[in-house]
């Protein structure tokens, strides 16, 4: 996932030790995300709307999920009290306004995704939304935005078993309706494939 190892490795300059919050942790970029920043010996703290979903992100080894009802710096903070070294937003919309009061001084937010489907931040002001001393940035998932030597280290860890591809469903060709419903409803967790033969 392209999304995933860009956001972590070139926006949000993941590090060893370092703390991430990932929101929108049940979709496929959010799955390899956590999996990626557990190998690379992260604390992750994943949100999902569903406690039915949990069970994949305990799987996968997270730390601590939170069920996000929209506002969750409360939850966040009361486990990391100056807030998480860094978050990877991929709900997008009005949440990364609380996004950004989960971080710590000096930590980064990086806009991934748009999984609301709101594509912008309705009144947002930089200057009065952004907290002193945190970062706002965005990835964008363009093959240009990813070196080789990610590329490979990411293939590297599929083909050794330390990071598993999370395919919820696979439909057949004939089956896209359903797979566009189940698409919207909101139940996969991880990736839909759709198998043309």
């Known amino acids: ?6 956001s972590l490795e070139q926006s949000l300059a993941l590090e060893a030790n370092d703390t991430l ?3 929108g942790g049940t979709s496929s970029v959010g799955i390899t995300a956590a999996q990626l920043a557990k190998n690379k010996g992260c604390k ?3 949100t999902t709307r569903s406690l039915a979903k949990a069970d994949v992100l305990s799987q996968i080894g997270v730390d601590e999920i939170i069920i996000d009802d929209g506002q969750i710096q409360e939850q966040v903070r009361s486990l990391s009290p100056a807030g ?12 990364i306004r609380d996004s950004l009061k989960c971080v710590r001084e000096g930590g980064i937010v990086c806009q991934t995704g748009y999984l609301s489907n ?15 001393g945190v970062y706002l940035t965005s990835y964008a998932g363009e ?55």
């Open 1 to 6: 996932k392209r999304q995933a190892n860009g």
């Open 44 to 46: 992750v703290y994943s």
């Open 118 to 132: 709101q594509w912008r931040i309705d009144g947002f002001s930089p200057l009065g939304e952004i907290p002193s």
């Open 143 to 197: 093959n240009s935005n990813l070196p080789p030597n990610l590329l490979q280290g990411f293939i590297d860890q599929v083909e050794s078993g330390r990071l598993k591809l999370q395919i919820d469903k696979v439909f057949q060709f004939d089956q896209i309706v359903e797979a566009h419903t189940y698409m919207e409803s909101n139940k996969a967790s991880g990736k839909l494939v759709v198998r043309v033969e």
């Open 84 to 95: 998480v070294d860094k978050v990877l937003e991929l709900v997008g919309g009005n949440g």
């Open 21 to 23: 919050l990932i929101r």
